[in-house]
């Protein structure tokens, strides 16, 4: 689904950066709801712990794509100071398969393993970069770790390295701010800070992030017409940028 794409346009990303949120202003819980052509499609619930030493993402995931179910529970441990991830795992099922991970960051080596029905696979993965960023399909916590990775950097992109945890396939992702964007949402309404990522190989998606947490409050990728509203922020019957496909009689 995020197969999103590789090179920035000469002078796109020309906004200056800005200090990002500090964690203590993140909140406890977060929900969003995710739509596909505008039709709803699943949902995330997010618990949020920090401690002087760690930040901790708990979260429950449900997707519909087409008639196959994803069903992810998911924890992923970041630093409270540079929000890189450290230890991401997660079980559950995709489709009619039943799942689990296990990835560990240190430095620029990750180790741990992937399972598909009880077939286990040890992994062990050199980086090619300093900086390395997870990233699982619909697991809404890396986004909002992307974002606050970002948004404490002092240029205007940064070029990482992403790893795909659900099979350990390494990418390069780069990421910039490139200013401010109207987030539509009611009473709700606010300018965000327009946060576009590019993940090796596939189009680019967009990240509007809310200025005051840091946390996006509303994610689109154009490519499969996917979009992930915060809940707290749209409520439960968003408006969606794409609309449903007229059905046969």
């Known amino acids: ?50 401690t002087a030493k760690r930040l901790v993402f708990e979260s429950q995931t449900r997707v519909l794509t087409g008639f196959s179910v994803m069903a992810l529970t998911s924890r992923t441990v970041a630093d409270p100071k ?24 240190r430095a620029d080596s990750v180790y741990g393993f992937t399972e598909t029905n009880g077939v286990l696979s040890d992994k062990h993965l050199k ?10 399909d619909w697991v809404v916590e890396h986004e909002i770790l992307m974002a606050l990775a970002q948004a404490r950097s002092p240029r205007k992109t940064d070029t990482y390295g992403l790893l795909f945890t659900s099979n350990f396939t390494p990418a390069e992702i780069t990421m910039g701010y490139s200013g401010d964007i109207l ?39 154009v490519e499969s017409q996917t979009e992930m509203f915060r809940d707290d922020i749209f409520g439960e019957k968003p408006l969606t940028y794409y609309q449903p496909k007229e059905k046969n009689p």
Request: net charge positive; hydrophobic share 40%.
């Open 1 to 50: 689904m995020y197969r999103l794409a590789t090179l920035f346009m000469a002078g796109f990303l020309c906004a200056l950066p800005v200090a990002g949120a500090r964690a203590n202003t993140l909140p406890k819980t977060l929900s969003y709801s995710f739509y596909i052509q505008g039709e709803p499609a699943g949902h995330a619930d997010i618990k949020i712990t920090q």
């Open 82 to 105: 540079t929000y890189a991830i450290r230890d991401f795992t997660y079980s559950g099922t995709k489709g009619n398969n039943t799942v689990s991970c296990e990835a560990h960051m």
């Open 127 to 136: 980086m090619r970069y300093p900086q390395n960023i997870m990233f699982e």
């Open 183 to 221: 987030v539509e949402a009611g009473a709700r309404s606010m300018t965000a800070r327009k946060l576009v990522i590019l993940i090796q190989g596939a189009q680019p998606y967009e990240s509007r992030v809310d200025p005051k947490t840091g946390v996006p409050a509303y994610i689109r990728f």
